[in-house]
């Protein structure tokens, strides 16, 4: 069992060290093909950090993704969000890939500004790679680098929205005795559509400089009070994408299902919690 999970490491290594140490965080991201960066919810903060900008209460999350059935690349995220004001937020994320062979780790901190109809915010992270698998030879121990990120969020009217985010604009790299490695430089740019009440309708292109670009188109519909469902595609890879929400008070689940290649299904769960607003408790008392 170990060599198949060992082998399928090595497929996957290039792409998943390009991509899942900025993949997008939350069930109801990737219900949606990850198509967020227009987004303002509480996974903006790692998604797209200027998000925040206009939360309205404190919030706290858990995701959990497990891709094709294996442990060996499951994700757990954890985010928080701190409301300054009406137009400003702090938002923190924590994220671990991986198990004890290899494992990816970051935690970033980062506050948005909302300034006339445009939000804009900065990130920086700690990111963490460990390798250590001796009986293939791998054992580069930790390495570690810091990270910023920028993005931003204007509204175009009442229902449409444009986003662009960037991350890793300082080009930092992975360093070890054995040289170093460039972590990946990934820009994003997108739009969110609402043409009725209920429904979003969202596009993005991702691009990796260095592989093709990934287009992604998601959808998130109301169909019920409390209830949504969405779906979603990416190019790169080829992939259908589909989930659920429910919102019971001050608690949102979300759940997410992949189709993709003929590895297996993947699966995403997550939960946030809400607290009460000054407002909410003003009324209350």
């Not at 060992?6 to 899942?20: D, E, P, R, Y």
């Not at 992604?216 to 519909?221: A, E, N, R, T, V």
Request: hydrophobic share 40%; net charge positive.
């Amino acid at each position: 069992m170990k060599f198949i999970y060992t082998a399928v490491f090595f497929l996957f290594l290039g792409k998943i060290s390009a991509q899942n140490i900025n993949s997008a965080i939350g069930a109801r991201a990737l219900g949606m093909g990850n198509a967020t960066v227009a987004l303002r919810d509480n996974w903006a903060v790692g998604n797209n950090i200027a998000g925040i900008a206009e939360l309205k209460q404190h919030s706290a999350a858990l995701s959990y993704h497990i891709p094709f059935g294996l442990t060996n690349f499951q994700t757990v995220g954890i985010v928080g969000n701190y409301v300054i004001s009406e137009k400003s937020g702090l938002g923190l994320s924590i994220t671990r890939f991986g198990d004890k062979t290899y494992s990816e780790q970051r935690i970033g901190l980062g506050y948005a500004h909302k300034l006339s109809n445009v939000s804009i915010g900065g990130k920086i992270n700690y990111v963490q790679v460990a390798i250590n698998d001796g009986s293939v030879g791998l054992t580069q121990g930790k390495r570690a680098a810091i990270v910023f990120e920028v993005g931003g969020v204007m509204d175009i009217s009442e229902k449409l929205s444009f986003g662009l985010h960037a991350y890793n604009v300082s080009t930092a790299k992975l360093r070890s005795d054995n040289g170093e490695d460039r972590l990946p430089i990934i820009l994003k740019a997108g739009a969110s559509w609402k043409p009725i009440k209920k429904l979003f309708v969202n596009v993005e292109v991702e691009k990796d400089v260095d592989f093709k670009p990934n287009f992604k188109f998601g959808l998130d519909y109301e169909v019920a009070k409390t209830v949504w469902v969405r779906t979603g595609l990416n190019t790169l890879p080829q992939t259908n994408s589909f989930g659920i929400g429910f919102s019971p008070k001050n608690l949102k689940f979300d759940y997410a299902l992949v189709l993709a290649t003929k590895l297996g299904l993947t699966h995403q769960f997550s939960l946030v919690y809400l607290f009460k607003s000054k407002e909410k408790e003003a009324v209350t008392e």
